[in-house]
């Protein structure tokens, strides 16, 4: 399969350039759509980017029924009805928050938000999408159970009923919370080594260092107020650590708080630093 692309540069100029052959084992829509994906991801494209397809006269490529073009279509037009749901229901939470006074509004602020969708490389996509994870979080489970209620299988609808639950977890909450911590200092790094700032390296071993010293009691606090905000069962750090289809007898026992203090949030900040280390030995 032979693929190129037409798109339009910063000057306004229409520019064609051949993008690669790909090997297919079969000629399948589902084959040649997952090769598809495969080829955009290497390159760093999105397919939802696509504003038109074109294809040669074979029924599987451009068909109306099951062909390549049409399953991208129904893709991309499912992924711009959950935008647009998503943001019918932030704008009815901001409005009613402002109602009830606990935000407030001025230019540059209470603005549409959305998910971001995180890069290959860059710490900020990754950051920005967990702060708009956060942000948009009641929002994003009424869209899941409206997408369960009109999923077009029941395979999606399963496969959304499980991503519910698993996102209303305090397993779910305290990781996003946790990562937001970390990654927030990753950013700072990130952005400070772009100036070419040669002290910003200790300055972020210190804060790694005082996040491990001192982060654990109001990482914890922050996970429990969220949980009980959405009304997520809060985990009991006294009773014994439970791993889902994990088999008990073949994992070491330990409690909750233990997996949480030790085994994820101390352990995921000394992978950190030990990262720094190597990378940065002077």
Known sequence: MSVALRYVDVEGRVIERFLGIEHVPNTTTITLKVTLDNL?????????SLRKQCYDGASNMKGELGGLKTLILNENASSCNRLDRLREQQASKVIEVLGLGEIISSRGINQETSLIKPGDTRWGSHYGTLISMITLFPSVLDVLEIIAEDGATPEQKCEVDMLINSLQTFDFIFSLYFMKRLLGITNELSQALQRKDQDVVR??????????????????????????????EVCNMDAMFLLPGRSQRKYPKMTNLHYYCVELFYDVIDLQRTELESR???
């Open 203 to 232: 300055i972020y071993k210190m804060q790694l260092q005082n996040l491990r010293d001192s982060g654990w009691d109001s990482m914890l606090t922050q996970t429990t107020l969220f949980c009980k905000e959405h009304k997520i």
């Open 40 to 48: 955009f991801s290497r390159h760093g494209l999105s397919i939802s």
């Open 280 to 282: 940065f030995s002077h």
